[in-house]
């Protein structure tokens, strides 16, 4: 499923482009923001990712910060490219 951002994005570029017409002004200002919107949030859960992932790491280390750990932190959060 689509992050709630992406959907409203794509949902108002697409409402936008049967109101307007696909080949209007507006529809191509927000066809660039739909863009521009899903990909920050590509970009933003990759990187919450990653660092999920070295922080795990970091916390599994023997001795290095003395705490138990209970559960790890989640390393996939989607968004991820193909």
Do not use: W
Request: glycine residues 8%.
């Amino acid at each position: 499923m689509p992050s709630s951002h992406s959907a409203i994005v794509c949902s108002l570029a697409v409402l936008i482009g049967r109101q307007y017409g696909f080949d209007s002004g507006i529809f191509a200002i927000a066809f660039v923001f739909a863009f521009i919107v899903m990909y920050d949030a590509a970009g933003v859960r990759r990187a919450a990712g990653k660092q999920a992932q070295i922080l795990n790491k970091i916390l599994e280390t023997p001795n290095l910060t003395g705490v138990q750990i209970q559960n790890k932190l989640v390393e996939a959060l989607g968004h991820t490219p193909i």
